[in-house]
Structure formats: C-alpha cells, structure tokens
C-alpha cells in the first residue's frame, strides 16, 4: 500500500447535486507524504470544490479517491478525522475558549503542544496578550479576533491534530507578506512526513512545491514545478503575470 496520508485522485468527477454540469472533470493525481502539491487556478476553478472531497464533505460522482490507498469511502468519520486536518478557506472559530477551539481534533493535547502549535502558526504572541491566555474566551464564529488571527488559529487547531495529510485552502491570504514567509517557514518541519495539499492564489507562494496542479474550468489543464509550468503552460504565465 502507498504510504499513510497519500491522497490518489482516480478519475474523479464530480457535480453539485441539482446542478446540470459538472464542477470538477476527470481528476487526476497524487499527492505524497513529504511532498507539497499546490492548486492554483482562477476564481470558480473548483480548487475549493476538490479539497471539500477529501474529508468527504462531498463524495465523488464518478472517479475514487483513495487515502493512504484505501478507498476514502470505506473509511469511517473518525478515520478521516483523525488524519486529515482541512484549514477552510473561511476558517472558522466556535464559542468557547481559544483552548478548546484548538483541541478539536487534538482532545488530549497538553497546553504545552497547544503552545508549540500556536508558536508554528505565529499566533502565541496574540494569545500571550490576551485575558485569560489559552481559556480566553471566542465568541460564536471567532468574531472577537481579526481575520488573520482567525486564520493562524485554525492553522494552529490543524498543527494540534498532527494529522498525516494536511489542506490548506487559500489559508495564507489573510497574512502580511513577512507573517507568511515567517509561518510557512515554521511549518517546514511539523509537516516534513504528512502530505500538503494547498489551495493559493498567489504563485509567489507556491513556487517550492513539488507539484502544482493549474486548475481551469474544473479540469487539470497543466502540471508540474514551478519552473516546468513557466515553460509549459500558458494558462500558468497567465497567472504569473496576472
Ligand atoms: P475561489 O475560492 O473563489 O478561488 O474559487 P474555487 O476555485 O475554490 O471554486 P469553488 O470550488 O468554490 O467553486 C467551483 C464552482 O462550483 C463554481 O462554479 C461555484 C460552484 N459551487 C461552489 N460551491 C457550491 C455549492 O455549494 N453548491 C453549488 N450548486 N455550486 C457550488
Ligand atoms: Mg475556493
């Protein structure tokens, strides 16, 4: 079997129910342990549409997809949720206590790991100031934290879980330029052994992955390096320069 956290894409098609064409056509590709596969591709591409399919917030109209080479149907809730740890691209914060937001995949994590993931998101400093620290209260739908924080914590809350395959949609467009460069580099580590998959909008944070996937129209229209795609792709100088 293919190492724990492999993310195979067999064909995959899949069409909103009640909507007549289909969103995502024909997907196929790997995403390995220890490797970055990042998707990029325009407004309505599907980018979001194709990582909601891996913890099965919907399933695949034709195609399989296969998770450490088992079929992700036959896998149960709690499988999934135990090693797949999904940043949403609308990241989202329950009323509760900065603790127990970041402890939801992570039940018996120690306070002192709940640090460590805050630190590799770059959130500890913000939370280090607030009333209360790690039992500081949220409100519903994390409305009493900016944005950005908003983001690092749901960051934090996936680092918690240390799951075998990461997603990432768009989680790092709510970061100033050095907060980014800062998290991304901190996360070299904690993720070095689980597979990455990561939804961008901007190449510029994308050009080190092993694999990028240019999304267009639902279809995988072009693949590769950073550098391949340059040469290769049309649709991804168009990006580049855009
Ligand atoms: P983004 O985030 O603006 O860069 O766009 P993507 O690439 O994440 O696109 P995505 O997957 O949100 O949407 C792809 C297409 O699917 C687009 O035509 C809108 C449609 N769509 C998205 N979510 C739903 C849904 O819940 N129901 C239906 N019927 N259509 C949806
Ligand atoms: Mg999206």
Redesign the pocket.
Known sequence: LPAPGTVEFKNVTFG????EAP?LSDISFTAKPGQTTAII??????????L?LIPRLYDATEGEILIGGLPLRELGRETISQNISSVP?RPYLFSGTIASNLRFGAQEAEEEDLWEALRIAQADGFVAEREGQLESKISQGGTNVSGGQRQRLCIARALAAKPKTYLF??SFSALDVSTDAKLRAALVEPTKDAAVII?A?RVSTITEADQILV?DH?EIVARGTHEELLESSETYQEIVTS
């Not at 909103?16 to 909507?19: D, F, K, R, S, T």
């Open positions: 909103y129910p009640g909507a969103v591709g325009s407004t309505g591409a599907g980018k979001t549409t194709l909601n691209q949609d768009d939804v909008q999304l639902g």
